[in-house]
């Protein structure tokens, strides 16, 4: 999953033209004027007063299509049907947020996706995401195709086969992404900092994601996280029952290239270092008076004299940088490495009919600090980049020896 999920019942009072335009539909092909007085019986004349938005444009555009369109493909002898274009017409007004994050789902896009996160993935095995306006990979998932292909945090995808992806939205592009086990796609990606693009042709096969791994190194113990799935809490709290077991009292938790997941996940972990009732982070609605606080349950189990380093980079988000914004405010943690990747919103999967869905960014993350997670991400206290050269040459990790050596001061 690219982002937090709320299947939640909201009064959708804010997307009121949603409703309009798609309540329209029931009675395209008729006149205009007849179309409009029926959507008036329909929807609160005072809402549409209210919100002073004039409709007689999208009418007469309506009717000049109904009128005078001729389609220039000649082998087509389909006409486009009445309830496509509303379909069309909502996916319009979405584009016009100007947010990635916000997409509505037509018949067939919502099958899809409600089988892609609720069923087995089959693809590459990497999440990414709209940053600035550029299809980019916000990680690769360890030990799948996209990982073993040499693919990095950061790169912008410029063409997926032949398809440009410029003005692709992420779930579109993910849906030319994913394809069957055994199938292969060709990707033309851009690395920053680099001058030319390169290609690479991948095979898909079925993704399976890893959550966490515990290591040492000497006296440090290191927890790898890699996702925020439903399983990681139970998995981080038996990694961190083997850390308190080992006698140390110097941890670093690893969570660079870990795209996030369920929220529920990162709150879970962060208690284990904050007294009961600490912010988390919290939830801020378009309403002030909406806006939910996300505490710590406690138990808080580590003293004083715990010594925490987070490594974050740009592959670092969503969840991720809840849990690392949340140790770091509180001052719990040091952050080295580079900046996140700046994905703190959360959306909301709403039903528009049965067969169609919206997914609508409704709030925004902050930290306890009251910063925004979104758009700029979390700015490491050490800023530490990796040195790919020596790490793939002689496996040094630069950011790692960092957060060692300031765990051994």
Avoid: C
Avoid at 227 to 238: H, V, Y
């Amino acid at each position: 999953m690219n982002d937090f999920f709320k299947n939640r019942a909201y009064v959708f009072g804010g997307i009121i033209i949603v409703g309009i335009i798609f309540s329209s539909g029931y009675y395209l092909g008729l006149n205009s004027r007849t179309d409009e007085q029926k959507i008036s019986s329909i929807i609160n004349k005072e809402e549409l007063k209210d919100s002073q938005v004039d409709f007689s444009p999208f009418w007469k555009a309506w009717n000049v299509i109904n009128e005078k369109y001729v389609p220039t493909n000649s082998t087509s002898t389909e006409r486009v049907s009445d309830q496509d274009r509303v379909y069309g017409a909502i996916e319009g007004m979405v584009k016009s947020l100007g947010d990635p994050y916000t997409t509505f789902f037509p018949p067939t896009e919502t099958k899809e996706f409600n089988e892609a996160i609720s069923g087995q993935i089959e693809g590459v095995g990497m999440e990414v995401g709209i940053k600035d306006a550029i299809l980019t990979v916000i990680a690769p998932v360890k030990n799948t195709p996209a990982y073993r292909a040499g693919i990095k945090a950061g790169d912008q995808i410029l063409k997926i086969d032949d398809l440009i992806t410029n003005g692709l939205s992420t779930e579109e592009a993910i849906s030319h992404i994913r394809g069957k086990k055994g199938t292969s796609v060709k990707l033309t990606m851009l690395r920053p900092g680099a001058k030319e693009p390169y290609v690479v042709s991948i095979v898909r096969d079925v993704i399976n994601m890893p959550t966490v791994e515990t290591d040492t190194k000497g006296d440090v113990f290191i927890i790898r996280l890699f996702s925020f799935s439903a399983i990681s809490p139970s998995l981080f709290r038996d990694a961190l029952r083997e850390f308190y077991y080992s006698g140390k009292n110097k941890l670093i938790i690893d969570l660079r290239g870990n795209p996030g997941g369920y929220l529920e996940a990162a709150q879970d972990m962060a208690s284990w270092f904050l007294p009961i009732g600490k912010v988390i982070v919290t939830e801020d609605f378009r309403d002030e008076k909406d806006n939910q606080v996300f505490r710590s349950k406690g138990p808080d189990l580590f003293s004083s004299n715990l010594n925490l380093v987070v490594l974050i980079d740009g592959g670092s988000a969503s969840a991720s940088e809840i849990l690392a914004g949340a140790l770091h405010d509180h001052g719990v943690a040091t952050l080295v490495g580079t900046q996140s990747f700046g994905k703190g919103s959360v959306q909301e999967l709403v039903d528009i009919t049965d067969d169609t869905s919206l997914k609508v960014t409704i709030a925004k993350w902050l930290t306890p600090n009251g910063t925004s997670i979104s758009h700029n991400g979390l700015t490491p206290d050490v800023v530490v980049k990796l040195d790919e050269k020596k790490y793939l040459e002689d496996k040094i990790d630069t950011q790692l020896n960092k957060a060692l050596e300031i765990l051994a001061q």
